[in-house]
């Protein structure tokens, strides 16, 4: 495993460091998600917001709800559209940074998918992986 990490977009616009050690990836299968990337989700990794730098660029944002009814920010190149990484409103000091914009993710495996109830039928679920159909971690219904 890696202590830190370089990544980017498509086009080289935005560049960024991550400084810690990644220790999981996490698949996302929410609608949301299948949106933003265009496939069946997305792959991330949980990063502390103080473990990320950028070194080139400023992504632009769009805030939405996401399925867990949270409100998402989501931080994607303005000239290529790629998918740099997302964070909570309420919860802005952790990051998921998109795993496929790491130079090098060598050594790297999704340990857990969430959102598995809204998979679609032509994507992958990582079978070894924990599964949750939601949330994980998601407050409670009213």
């Known amino acids: 495993m890696a202590s830190s990490y370089k990544g980017g977009c498509l086009c080289g616009a935005i560049r960024y ?70 964070q909570r409103a309420a919860a802005p000091e952790m990051m998921m940074v998109r795993a496929g914009t790491l130079d090098d993710s060598s050594g790297l495996k999704v340990t857990a998918s969430i959102w598995t109830k809204s998979a679609r039928s032509w994507g992958h679920v990582e079978p070894s992986s924990k599964q949750f159909p939601g949330q994980p971690d998601a407050p409670p219904a009213k």
């Open 17 to 86: 460091t991550i400084t810690a050690p990644i220790a999981e990836l996490r698949a996302c299968h929410c609608t949301n998600c299948q949106k933003a990337s265009g496939a069946g989700g997305s792959v991330n990794a949980a990063v502390k917001s103080s473990d990320f730098r950028l070194d080139k660029g400023q992504p632009k944002k769009f805030a939405g709800v996401a399925d867990s009814g949270r409100t998402l920010n989501r931080f994607f190149c303005g000239d290529c559209g790629s998918p740099i990484y997302s």
